[in-house]
């Protein structure tokens, strides 16, 4: 019986299409078998410059935040050029500064670190607002925690900061010492 010839192409183009679906569920499969679920700690911080801000000052503290990651113990990835960043209002336009840390107990330190202390003096003048996500896949509550004592200290040193009254004395949360 002969087969005519679009008959023998549509069979021929079935065929590469099923070989290549084949192929690509097979690849699927391996990377889907590869998938990592590290237990690494990605902290995101999302933010707009402060007015009046200068390209000078940006350049600064974008040296700063590199010289800190290099000083931070376990501090292992630094990315400070967004693609996309959304935030609540456009000033956000693709500002972050991104770091992942080995592990729940090295970004715990990082918080009160001497390195972090000397960053924040030269970024908080800079910064007009941020947000900030930290994420990991890990669940060791008595790290998180420590995180949280962490936190609670950095918003401490925060207050000294900034000048101004404040509800503990003479320093002053830097959000209260700029205009709305």
């Known amino acids: 019986m002969k087969i005519s010839r679009s008959l023998q192409k549509l069979v021929k183009g079935a065929a590469a299409v099923a070989m290549l679906g084949g192929v690509f569920a097979v690849g699927t499969m391996v990377g889907a078998a590869n998938l990592e679920k590290p237990k690494s700690v990605i902290h995101v911080v999302t933010f707009m410059w402060a007015d009046g801000t200068t390209p000078a000052k940006k ?20 990315w ?59 669940t060791n509550p008595a790290i998180r925690r420590a995180h949280v004592a962490g936190s609670l200290a950095k918003a401490r040193y925060r207050w000294k900061l900034a000048a101004g009254p404040s509800p503990d004395g003479p320093a002053t949360n830097h959000a209260e010492a700029r205009p709305a």
Do not use: C
């Open 80 to 138: 400070t050029k967004g693609i996309k960043v959304q935030g609540p209002k456009p000033e956000y336009a693709n500002n972050a500064i991104v770091m992942e840390f080995e592990s729940q107990e090295a970004f715990g330190k990082y918080a009160g670190s001497p390195a972090h202390k000397e960053w924040y003096s030269v970024w908080i003048p800079a910064r007009g607002e941020s947000r900030t996500h930290d994420i990991t896949n890990s």
């Open 59 to 78: 350049a600064e503290v974008m040296a700063a935040t590199e010289k800190m990651a290099k000083a931070t113990p376990g501090l292992t990835r630094l």
